[in-house]
């Protein structure tokens, strides 16, 4: 089997490709042979070094693929040979073959594309569980969606489409018909624009119901007073640890130290909350997870999510698929094929 494997950390050179023995499933798991591996900016963090879940280099990482199984474990029941899934990985995803617990792997919905397949879990379980689960975002509320051109936000805009809500979405400018497209009500240059005036202005100054944001730092904060009354802020990402293709302690700390701790007592006279989502310390979490995710396969099977590939790029041209996303090119999600 053929991984690509980060030697260090690193920029988006570090990569390289390594050929090891196929490994066999053991009880309750099944092999895939991959086809499309998605690209999470998760990725891009543990490549910097700047993701503590994340195995030390030399590492393979990659959270999620689509394939066919082509061997199965005892105690394996409901998939067999030659069934086509997409599967999550905890780390592991950028090869040609992995072998996951058969409870990670789901019969793809005929309707997506291997590279599809592949775009759609992560994205989708994530946006669900902030606006449906989290937030439980209600029709005809308004959510900020930052990075709404990323792949999470082109999925938490679908989803919050089908919840009848209105969607701000912020992105470089250059994606903003594609935002619309999607259905984006609202999109905000927040590269160039003041998004907190945007914001006052297109809400009428009452602020939005729900926001997404995984910048981190000070964007919390910012986010934070965007809120109107029970008002919810989903934070789940520190994108703004990681502005550059080379690593940097020094900015990776800006980060963090300015990032707001909330006071309970401003929450509560401000009728306002705050989450914090990480998917991947939910593995263990089945119970919570498996609805939501047969409500996504559902609406995926029903063409209600359509996954938004960016680009794909050959398994070992990894690095090429980070450099793309880090100069933020990226509208939807990036895909590694084999
Ligand atoms: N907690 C969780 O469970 C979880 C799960 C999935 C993702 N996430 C987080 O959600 C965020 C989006 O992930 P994703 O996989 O959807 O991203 P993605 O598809 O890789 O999208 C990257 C986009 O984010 C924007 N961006 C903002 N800051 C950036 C930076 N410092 N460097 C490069 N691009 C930056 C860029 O678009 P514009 O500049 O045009 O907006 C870029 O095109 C990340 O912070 C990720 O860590 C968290």
Known sequence: MRQVVITKYGSPDVFDVRELPTPSPGE????????????????????????PDAPKPPMVVGYEVAGYIDAKGPGV????????????????GYADTVV??????FTCPSELCDAEAA???????????????????????????????????VAATQLARLRRATVIGTASAFKHDAL?????????????????AEVRRITHGRGVDVILDPIGGRSFLASYRLLAP????VMFGLSSAAPGERRSLWRAMRAWIATPRFDPLSLINRNRGVFGLHLGHLWEERRQLAPLMEMLLSELRGGRLTPVVARTFPLERAGDAHRFIQSRCNIGKVVLTT
Do not use: C, K, W
Not at 100 to 105: L, S, T, Y
């Open 28 to 51: 309750g798991e099944v092999r895939i042979q991959v086809r499309a591996a998605g690209v999470n900016f998760a990725d891009v963090l543990a490549r910097l070094g700047l993701y």
């Open 119 to 153: 775009a759609a879990p992560v994205n989708y379980l994530t946006a669900a569980l902030a606006l449906y689960r989290m937030a439980a975002l209600a029709p005809a509320e308004t959510v900020l969606v930052h990075n709404a051109g990323g792949g999470v936000g």
């Open 100 to 105: 996951v617990p058969a409870r990670q792997a």
């Open 230 to 233: 029970l008002g919810r802020l």
């Open 77 to 92: 029941t409901a998939l067999f040979e030659g069934d086509r899934v997409m599967a999550l990985t905890r780390f592991g």
């Open 180 to 196: 619309r497209s999607f259905g984006v009500d609202h999109v905000i240059d927040y590269r160039h624009a003041d998004v907190a």
